[in-house]
């Protein structure tokens, strides 16, 4: 059968990164960039998705993505094929009440 994944414990990542408020769905890519959403941080609207590089921790602000990932819903669930750059997140901009993948390239 399959190993059991061996997780560590989670920890703040500091306030570059970590607000008060929620930080959800992390997702690093092959290229060492951790891609996560707040609602803590000002953006377009909600959730929004930001990034940064696993090596800068702690000594570079986190970047906002652009307009084409955010909107001013929540947009979270960001994840990308660094290579392909083929992409998918999830969002509520087309039906308020209603989270659905968006793909991307």
Do not use: C
């Amino acid at each position: 059968g399959m190993a059991e994944p061996n997780w560590s414990n989670p920890e703040n990542l500091g306030p570059l990164v970590n607000t008060s408020s929620d930080e959800i769905y992390p997702f690093i890519d092959g290229l060492g960039d951790l891609y996560f959403s707040s609602n803590g941080k000002v953006g377009f609207g909600d959730f929004d998705v930001w990034n940064v590089h696993l090596d800068s921790l702690g000594q570079s602000e986190p970047k906002l993505l652009g307009a084409r990932i955010n909107s001013s819903f929540d947009d979270f669930g960001y994840i990308i094929h660094s290579k392909s750059g083929l992409g998918t997140l999830f969002s509520n901009r087309d039906a308020k009440d209603n989270y659905a993948p968006i793909r991307f390239q």
